[in-house]
Nanobody, 122 residues
Framework: QVQLVESGGGLVQAGGSLRLSCAAS????????MGWYRQAPGKQRELVAA???????NYADFVKGRFTISRDNAKNTMYLQMNSLKPEDTAVYYC????????????????WGQGTQVTVSS
């Protein structure tokens, strides 16, 4: 089994930056594809970015070059660097993991984290 714990969320002003972390335990981290999703109140959960075990990356269009996903297999941790934050980025951000990248991309991963709140003020 895999357990995922997000951290790094908080309250920032528009234009600011945050770095989210997702720490994995209970499995071999390097064998899993990973991703970040977010969900705002009243909206569906949406993919932000994903990264395979080999480092292949996929970004959602709304990121528009502002966010960077990465992973450190030695630390069993995935990151999301968020720059130039906008109020519309306000959401709960969730970490996802699965052996298959397709499961992460379609929103049906085997494992979800609890989420971390990101709030961007104007």
């Amino acid at each position: 089994q895999v357990q995922l714990v997000e951290s790094g969320g908080g309250l920032v002003q528009a234009g600011g930056s945050l770095r989210l972390s997702c720490a994995a335990s209970g499995s071999i981290f390097s064998r899993n594809s990973m991703g970040w999703y977010r969900q705002a109140p009243g909206k569906q959960r949406e993919l932000v970015a994903a990264i395979t075990s080999a480092g292949r990356i996929n970004y959602a269009d709304f990121v528009k070059g502002r966010f960077t996903i990465s992973r450190d297999n030695a630390k069993n941790t995935m990151y999301l660097q968020m720059n130039s934050l906008k109020p519309e980025d306000t959401a709960v951000y969730y970490c996802a993991a699965d052996f298959l990248i397709a499961a992460v991309l379609r929103g049906t991963p085997g494992y979800w984290g609890q989420g971390t709140q990101v709030t961007v003020s104007s």
